[in-house]
């Protein structure tokens, strides 16, 4: 993981609580929470969706939480790596929440990556595999320029195939991506390995387990 991560005092509901719905205590509490565990607390997982057996990872959750959506922000915008980004590139759809938000707290253009045939112009496209076929991503054929600088960002890491063919699509046109970033980061389905394999430097907040 990069960044270094604060221990702050937070007044208000417990991240656990608001997790979870606990019910029956005092609905304000103080407690001491490193800014990993207020993140990691902001985001819900909902069982067996969108199928059996699959633990769905839910930022929504986080989004809806100012707190804990600003400290994402800014802690990706911390990074003394990232000033020296050309440009910020997001994968649909809810990396375009991050990705926009972190563009517009650097001051850096901002590109995105769409699924086929969502873009007007001229594109560039790249197939990855899904569970049981292949999908597309595209590209601007204007995205970038040779030589520019680029992070990609997604909520999560899974299996690293969109974010794959996402690189794929920027060294098309000759783009040097540096890195990927990403609130969540599920290691157990080695996305993470692949990307670092592949010569990018990973940056997640928060990792989960199958288990939890």
């Avoid at 985001?43 to 067996?48: G, H, K, L, S």
């Avoid at 100012?66 to 994968?91: Q, S, W």
């Avoid at 040779?146 to 000759?174: E, N, S, Y």
Wanted: net charge positive.
């Amino acid at each position: 993981m990069g960044g270094v991560f604060s221990r702050r005092r937070r007044t208000g509901p417990c991240p656990a609580e608001k997790q979870v719905g606990v019910g029956g205590r005092d609905p304000v509490c103080s407690a001491l929470v490193s800014d990993l565990e207020l993140i990691k607390a902001s985001i819900r997982t909902v069982r067996d969706w969108p199928k059996v057996g699959v633990n769905f990872r839910d930022v929504t959750t986080l989004f809806h939480d100012p707190e804990a959506f600003r400290l994402v922000i800014d802690t990706f915008a911390n990074d003394p790596a990232y000033p020296k980004i050309d440009i910020i590139a997001a994968v649909d759809a809810r990396g375009f929440i991050l990705g926009g938000a972190l563009a517009y707290k650097l001051g850096k253009p901002f590109a995105l990556v769409r699924k086929k045939g969502k873009l007007p112009f001229k594109t560039v496209s790249e197939n990855y595999h899904l569970e049981y076929g292949t999908a597309a991503v595209e590209i601007h054929a204007d995205a970038c320029k040779p030589g520019d600088r680029i992070l990609i960002v997604d909520d999560l890491i899974a299996t690293g195939g969109t974010l794959l063919a996402a690189t794929k699509l920027f060294r098309m046109l000759q783009g040097d991506v540096v890195g990927v970033a990403a609130i969540i980061d599920l290691p157990e389905l080695g996305g993470s390995k692949r990307l670092r394999e592949a010569g990018l430097r990973v940056h997640a907040l928060c990792e989960f387990t199958e288990a939890e």
